[in-house]
C-alpha cells in the first residue's frame, strides 16, 4: 500500500509538471501542487520506508520527470498544438498614398507625437514634428518618410 502511494504521487507530479510546462506556463496551482506531490513522495518513502527506499524513490522521481519530459518534448504533440499560420495581411495605406508634401488639414486627436488628422478629406496617421499638437489645430503635411506622415503646424 505504501509503495502505491508513492507511485500514486509521483504519476501526479509528473501529470502536473508537464501541464505546468506546456500548458499553464508560469507559476501556477499546477506547478506548486507538482512540487508538493513530488515533496510529500520523497518525504513518505524516507519516513515509511526507510532511507534505502527513500532514495531509490528520489532517484525515480527525478528519472520520471526528466524521461517524460524528454518523451514529451520528442512526440508530435507539441506540432499538434502550435500556431503555423503566417500572417500575410498588410495595413490598407490608400488613403496615405494621396497625400503629398504641402497638403494641408487638420488634427483630429490630439498629437502627442502621433495622432490622427485630416488631410484634403481623408483620415490619415501622422507624426508631429512640432511636439505635442491639440485637436483642431491645422497642420501641414512637411515630408513623408517610409509611410510616415510628418507634419508641422500650419504658420498663418
Known amino acids: 500500500m505504501d509503495i502505491l502511494i508513492i507511485i500514486v504521487l509521483i504519476v501526479a507530479a509528473v501529470i ?41 524513490t528520489l532517484g525515480v522521481s527525478a528519472i ?14 507539441l506540432d499538434k498544438v502550435a500556431l503555423k499560420k503566417n500572417i500575410t495581411s498588410k495595413v490598407d495605406r ?33 507624426k508631429s514634428m512640432d511636439g505635442f499638437l491639440n485637436e483642431k489645430t491645422p497642420i501641414i503635411v512637411n515630408r513623408i518618410t517610409d509611410g510616415v506622415i510628418m507634419v508641422e503646424k500650419k504658420k498663418d
Open 64 to 77: 520520471a520527470c526528466i524521461g517524460s519530459l524528454i518523451l514529451f518534448m520528442r512526440s508530435k504533440t
Open 16 to 56: 502536473l509538471f508537464l501541464v505546468e510546462l506546456f500548458v499553464i506556463p508560469g507559476i501556477s496551482i499546477a506547478g506548486i501542487l507538482a512540487g508538493a506531490c513530488m515533496i510529500y513522495a520523497n518525504y513518505y518513502a524516507f519516513a515509511y520506508l526507510g532511507t534505502t527506499a527513500g532514495f531509490i
Open 94 to 126: 490608400t488613403a496615405a498614398d494621396q497625400v503629398k508634401v504641402g497638403d494641408t488639414g487638420v488634427a483630429i486627436t490630439r498629437l502627442a507625437l502621433i495622432g490622427n488628422a485630416e488631410i484634403d478629406g481623408n483620415i490619415v496617421e501622422v
